[in-house]
């Protein structure tokens, strides 16, 4: 079952996602993240956009998936990870059409979205959430396994599957348009 409504209102989202997924989320529904997701950033996504290029497969399939940017420190013995806490999420936009074309139905990170990747959100119904920034050791606590599957050379930027258990997230920017930041400032704006 990828969503799973708990009873204090969040909604917990198992990947592979689907159009009814995203469909039933809201710009500022809160959310947690269970299963299976990819932990990708800069390089990495520089990378896949070039294996596309190429006419290669991606390392992951991107039907449902859910990419979390982040590039976790190494792993202290006992801990699956290291410091797994979200990476501005801007850095990644001119790679995230392409991604969202494929099927990527959800995207983990940290601050807005450029306009180009709120259009595609909606046109491929995908959305956008936000993790808790500068919480990277907390958020780590939500990691139960990890493995690198592809770019390994990149250390802390390959691209890795990561098993979650319950990543809070805030649903930024949903498959309509709404974008919780925009809303957020309004009466900050109407003040000034």
């Known amino acids: 079952m990828p969503t799973d409504p708990l009873p204090d209102g969040r909604t ?13 989320l809201s710009a500022g529904d809160e959310v947690i993240v269970r299963g299976r997701v990819i932990a990708a950033r800069d390089a990495a996504h520089a990378r896949l956009i070039e294996a596309l290029d190429r006419g290669d497969p991606l390392p992951f ?13 190494p792993e202290r013995p006992g801990n699956p990870i290291g410091s797994a806490g979200p990476t501005t ?39 956008y959430l936000a ?9 780590a606590r939500s990691v139960h396994a990890q493995r690198v599957i592809a770019f390994e050379d990149l250390g802390p930027e390959a691209i890795r599957e ?18 919780m930041y925009a809303v957020a400032a309004e009466p900050w704006r109407a003040r000034t």
Do not use: C
């Open 131 to 139: 993790a808790l920034g500068g919480a990277g050791a907390l958020a």
């Open 61 to 73: 399939d991107p039907l449902g998936a859910v990419i979390y940017y982040t590039g976790p420190t």
């Open 162 to 179: 990561i098993e979650l258990d319950d990543l809070p997230a805030w649903v930024i920017n949903d498959v309509r348009g709404a974008d």
């Open 12 to 24: 917990r989202l198992i990947p592979p996602l689907t159009d009814d997924d995203v469909l039933a």
């Open 89 to 127: 999420a801007s850095r990644m936009d001119r790679y995230t059409p392409r991604l969202l074309e494929l099927g990527v139905k959800a995207l983990i990170g940290k601050g807005g979205r450029g306009p180009q990747v709120r259009d595609a959100l909606v046109r491929h119904g995908a959305v």
